[in-house]
């Protein structure tokens, strides 16, 4: 919601036809120092930075407390070594950030890649408005390959061609979207908490829309389910997931699904031995440190976990109802929450901030708490 109010406030005109929204391009309206508030919305500030540093107008985005705590530098260099302006206003890194101007000539650019795939996905989706086209170098592992990897077929589907090669992507100049009609299809981030109850509760649960061959990172949560001892059918009309009598403890590599590590730290709190969470260093920048407050909560209720460079290790243990503070993240709160399935007296403080992600979660909660996860 708040990426489209910003495109709208941008001079992007954004309509809802029923179910569809219909999205008209081109450049944005001129707005010199014009100020966008993105609340802690990553993927937002992310994105909106390199869209708009194309332009040549200077704007500033900004946001709560915690994102001018994320940061946001390495896109910015990328920026300006493709010939634009950004910068963060205070120096550090992080936002605000002032990005437009400059002349957005493209070329080579170098990108770590460990902090956030989304830099990736932001400088490609730019690329076709650069002179010269892009090549983009990531150096070291990328994390969340798979988002990016999305993020090229969403372009190629649009009409723009990207490469992709050993550690580089790829636009070639000269290339310009294309208007097309889009079905977005399930989204297995929000899958996962109604998946999740299932495999805690013993239940049932059937989700229609959900692509099991998707390119979306999390869709390898199928699998880790099987390992975690639960039973999954999938067609291409969706999937079934009935959970086990107990969960296996296991080793769990997310380094293609780091949202999904709020899920699995709660599925750990039920299984029957230790379970490792690892590949995931850049949870600490997240909507909030997801490490430490994952720690903590699982602390609040009675379970046992450690933090790791990459990740973290539960043990589970007697469990007993608690105060989950989410710290305004709402991947912690909806994780939390259906702990509460099986752990009576589990309160999350600021429910409200799963309105970022899936703004009908406590309505479906709902629903799942009364059929005790068969849904």
Excluded at 26 to 40: E, M, Q, S, V
Excluded at 85 to 97: D, F, K, L
Excluded at 272 to 284: A, E, F, Q, S, Y
Aim: proline content about 7%; some cysteine; overall charge negative.
């Amino acid at each position: 919601m708040l990426l489209r109010e910003a495109l709208v406030a941008c001079g992007v005109p954004i309509a809802a036809e029923g179910p569809a929204l219909v999205v008209h391009g081109g450049p944005a309206a001129r707005g010199a120092g014009t100020a966008l508030l993105l609340g802690n919305a990553g993927t937002a500030m992310r994105f909106l930075a390199a869209r708009l540093a194309i332009e040549p107008d200077p704007r500033l985005l900004d946001g709560v407390a915690r994102m001018r705590e994320r940061p946001i530098e390495d896109l910015l260099a990328a920026l300006r070594g493709l010939g634009m302006e950004a910068e963060s206003v205070r120096g550090n890194g992080c936002p605000p950030i002032r990005v437009g101007g400059g002349r957005p000539r493209g070329g080579e650019v170098r990108l770590a890649g460990g902090r956030s795939s989304q830099f990736a996905s932001a400088l490609l989706m730019a690329a076709p408005r650069l002179e010269a086209g892009l090549s983009l170098v990531i150096e070291g592992e990328l994390v969340s390959r798979p988002y990016v990897r999305l993020t090229a077929a969403v372009m190629r589907r649009f009409g723009v061609e990207v490469s992709e090669g050993e550690g580089r992507f790829a636009v070639a100049a000269g290339q310009e979207y294309r208007p097309a009609d889009l079905v977005i299809e399930g989204d297995w981030s929000s899958a996962s908490y109604p998946l999740a109850a299932a495999a805690i509760t013993g239940g049932r649960v059937e989700i229609a829309g959900l692509d099991p061959a998707s390119v979306q990172g999390d869709a390898g949560l199928l699998d880790l389910l099987r390992r975690l001892g639960c039973r999954t059918v999938s067609a291409p009309e969706g999937v079934v997931v009935e959970g086990p009598e107990r969960l296996r403890g296991a080793d769990a590599d997310l380094r293609d699904m780091p949202d999904l590590a709020p899920t699995v730290a709660v599925l750990a709190l039920f299984a029957d031995g230790p379970t490792r969470i690892h590949g995931v260093p850049h949870l600490r920048l997240k909507e909030t440190d997801r490490i430490a407050a994952l720690c903590a909560g699982i602390a609040a209720l009675g379970g046992e976990a450690d933090p790791r460079p990459d990740g973290l290790e539960v043990r589970p243990g007697p469990l007993h109802g608690g105060t989950i503070d989410p710290q305004g993240d709402h991947r912690l709160a909806m994780a939390f929450a259906i702990a509460g399935l099986r752990v009576p007296g589990v309160e999350i403080l600021d429910p409200d901030c799963v309105a970022k992600s899936y703004p009908g979660f406590w309505d479906d909660f709902e629903a799942l708490e009364a059929s005790g996860g068969r849904s």
